[in-house]
């Protein structure tokens, strides 16, 4: 029972966190600095996500050349800055990681 009580409680703060910023419409008015800070929550997310999987995929740090998940991200971070073509750096990315990945089992 104590389970489902969680679930429920978590379900309703989760519910009405988003809901503080969706209900008020356009009667809530963020203030300039607010507005411009909140344009770097989905980088900041992604880079919370998907560095620290990069980094250490197996839990430890792992900095070698034999590392796809640092050779993916790295060669996103390339492609973006010279392109500033995000699904194109996304793309470029996975085909990336593949070949590090699963490359020598077919070469």
């Known amino acids: 029972m104590s389970l489902w ?5 978590m379900g309703a703060i989760t519910f009405l966190l988003r809901a503080s910023f969706v209900l008020p419409g356009e009667r809530l008015r963020l ?3 607010f507005r ?3 344009r770097f929550v989905p980088v900041a997310v992604l ?7 990069a980094l250490a995929p197996s839990g430890t740090l792992d900095f070698s050349w034999r590392n796809p998940w640092l050779a993916g991200m ?3 971070l ?3 800055c010279a392109t500033r073509r995000t699904l194109l750096a996304m793309l470029l990315s996975f085909a990336v ?6 490359g020598p089992q077919f070469f």
């Open 97 to 102: 990681y593949s070949l590090w990945r699963w």
């Open 74 to 76: 790295l060669a996103a």
């Open 47 to 53: 880079t919370a996500l998907i560095v620290p999987m």
């Open 5 to 9: 009580l969680t679930i429920l409680a």
């Open 31 to 33: 203030p300039p600095l």
């Open 36 to 38: 411009r800070a909140l």
């Open 78 to 80: 390339l492609i973006a």
